[in-house]
């Protein structure tokens, strides 16, 4: 398969965003060209382009399990310190990949507790993302779980530019 322009460069972010309160991290990345038949095919859907395009390192899954692991340690700062360091230190480069995906979840109780929203009632959401490669991403969750001793699911390198759901303030 022939790349396009776009797959053969290897972006940077924007900037990158540690979240101190949570332990998340994200990098905050340019719009990204989005063909039109995927902007007509979210449009047609009721989904709506996302106001700031980031990719999620640490989202709130493992940000919890960090968070609860700090919890139980004497050397919570230190290990906090070097979370941050550690995601802080790396270039964070991606590739744009020409792959997107309709991502829709039902959010019962129990996953929005794991994903600690509370006061919100079961839900859909869909996501229309775009697949990535992130380079850096296993060597950063070898070296959290090195520096925790947790096992982390690594996520799924993307970008989502669309989103949508069918409780209203879950739309964006």
């Known amino acids: 398969m022939e790349k396009s322009d776009a797959q053969e460069k290897n972006f940077s972010p924007e900037r990158l965003n540690f979240i101190e309160s949570t332990c998340g991290a994200l990098l905050i990345v340019a719009r990204p060209i ?6 007509k095919e979210a449009i047609s859907m009721g989904m709506e382009e996302k106001a700031e395009f980031h990719i999620s390192v640490i989202a709130s899954r493992n940000a919890k399990k960090i968070q609860d692991f700090l919890i139980t340690t004497d050397s919570a700062q230190i290990i906090k310190d070097t979370v941050r360091t550690e995601f802080i230190q790396r270039k964070w480069e991606y590739e744009l990949l020409e792959e997107y995906f309709l991502i829709k979840k039902y959010y019962n109780k129990h996953e929005l507790e794991m ?3 509370k006061d919100i009632p079961e839900h859909n959401r869909f996501t229309l993302i775009q697949k990535i490669e992130l380079d850096d991403l296993k060597s950063f969750y070898e070296e959290l779980s090195k520096v925790t001793n947790i096992k982390f699911d690594i996520p799924f390198p993307h970008i989502t530019l669309f989103s949508g759901s069918d409780y209203e303030p879950m739309v964006k």
Not at 34 to 39: G, T, Y
């Open 115 to 117: 994903s600690e929203y």
């Open 34 to 39: 989005i063909p039109e038949r995927i902007i």
